[in-house]
């Protein structure tokens, strides 16, 4: 009996011991792809489609080509609920499992991780949004934030402003309304608004949103009835935004005078509001809708086939694709790393020099299957970002539709004040270190 039961236990140890070995074998083999992602809180709204255009177009690489390179992404989200200290926490539980980069969505948790990156070596890639100084490869090696700073963004907004006003020296005089998220992503872009005051000569009314008031605003757009401001700018998120469009247009604000930075693009910031939400405008970076080769692959192969959280009406919509584009980045970041390197494994580090060799021409685009999805796209060792074009939608009270050519940041404003900031970064995080990582060529 004592032998049989000494035979037994050796089987199951070295069945425990097959599985151990099997799923070291299988990590082994996989490139991990972490996701930080909300589908919770009152940031759902927006966290979500994003959330699952990510989760969607990284599925589909797996489905239909059997992952990057012959090898598989293993793709893991984590809830942060959009709260740092929660992010901060999933970067935690993710770090011993090597992954290839990070993806923060929240500027609070980047401005978190942002220290931790060179140290772990594992690259942050904060797709428009976070610090916009991260833009300055020099000083942040390890940190990447295309296509577009929130710098970028509101200097396109300006320059659609001035296309609307017969030029920008028309604002003189005038008020210009910022309504924004009270937080580090709200608050990002108001150097270059007080900038821009000073050159044309407007005033700025902030009115700052807390996160326990997005859906109480009724109290702040009073106010801006009385202020009476030319134009109401937002950077809001979650429940805040369509907060902002119904109140807007109770008080009947003209709605072709309020437009968002791309972060309140999404259908569901508009459509709570319906008809009354007509004329709001938003910028936008990534084309809407799901005519696109690639994301008709993600409904045969991940949406229609069950693997998916997405409905599959809300396929295409703006938020969704914008999910896709930074999946996108996370692919071409993967397989510029297989290049350089010659491996199929590649790690953070490997990775972090695929994203500085970026290059998505219009042609690769076209090569993804997603044709015109977005501006050419170029990173390199001295620009993290690319300052990229985008355009301007408007709401018709049902849907999105494109009113403007692509725009080109104010690259002359823009430029100079980032280097500043980078250089104010660095003076008040002392010790920082000195970039001493090579520079390859984009291919």
Not at 227 to 249: H, L, Q, S
Not at 262 to 285: I, M, Q, V
Request: hydrophobic share 40%; charged share 20%; proline share 6%.
């Amino acid at each position: 009996m004592h032998v049989k039961h000494l035979a037994l236990g050796a089987i199951v140890a070295a069945g425990f011991a097959a599985t151990v070995m099997a799923t070291k074998a299988e990590a082994q083999e996989t490139i991990y792809v972490p996701l930080m992602t909300y589908r919770t809180g009152p940031f759902a709204g927006s966290g979500t489609p994003i959330a699952n255009g990510m989760h969607d177009y990284l599925s589909m690489l797996n489905e239909r080509d059997g992952g990057i390179g012959g090898v598989k992404l293993a793709i893991e989200e984590c809830e942060t609920g959009y709260d740092t200290k929660k992010g901060l926490e999933c970067y935690e539980q993710v770090k011993g499992k090597h992954p290839v980069l990070t993806n923060p969505w929240s500027t609070g948790i980047t401005l978190g991780l942002i220290p931790k990156a060179s140290v772990d070596k594992i690259p942050i890639l904060s797709m428009a949004y976070g610090l916009s100084a991260s833009a300055v490869g020099n000083d942040f090696p390890w940190v990447f934030n295309p296509p577009a700073t929130y710098w970028d963004g509101l200097s396109m907004i300006f320059r659609y402003i001035g296309g609307k006003e017969g030029g920008l020296d028309k604002l003189k005089g005038k008020t210009i309304g910022f309504i924004f998220f009270d937080g580090g992503y709200g608050r990002e872009p108001i150097p270059l608004l007080e900038q821009y005051a000073k050159d044309y000569g407007f005033e700025v009314k902030l009115y700052p949103v807390p996160a326990a008031e997005m859906q109480n605003q009724s109290g702040l757009w009073l106010n801006v009835r009385r202020d009476r401001p030319a134009w109401m700018v937002m950077w809001g998120w979650g429940a805040m935004n369509p907060t902002a469009v119904k109140e807007a247009a109770r008080i009947n604000f003209p709605m072709d005078k309020f437009v968002s930075i791309w972060w309140g693009s999404g259908e569901d910031d508009a459509r709570p509001a319906g008809a009354e939400a007509k004329g709001f405008t938003a910028l936008n970076f990534s084309a809407v809708g799901a005519n696109f080769p690639a994301i008709q692959d993600i409904v045969k192969t991940v949406v229609d086939k069950g693997k998916s959280q997405t409905p599959k009406e809300k396929v295409g919509e703006s938020h969704y694709n914008k999910g896709v584009y930074n999946s996108v980045m996370i692919a071409e970041s993967i397989r510029n790393a297989q290049k350089l390197t010659g491996k199929k494994i590649v790690t953070g580090e490997d990775v972090r020099r695929g994203l500085e060799t970026m290059n998505i021409t219009a042609a690769r685009w076209k090569e993804l299957g997603l044709p015109e999805f977005g501006s050419p796209l170029a990173v390199s060792c001295a620009d993290h970002n690319g300052h990229q074009a985008a355009y301007v939608m408007q709401w018709d009270g049902a849907k999105w539709s494109k009113v403007s050519d692509w725009i080109s940041p104010m690259k002359e404003k823009v430029t100079p004040l980032l280097d500043a900031a980078a250089a104010d970064y660095v003076s008040k995080n002392q010790p920082w270190p000195k970039r001493t990582e090579p520079c390859d060529k984009a291919s």
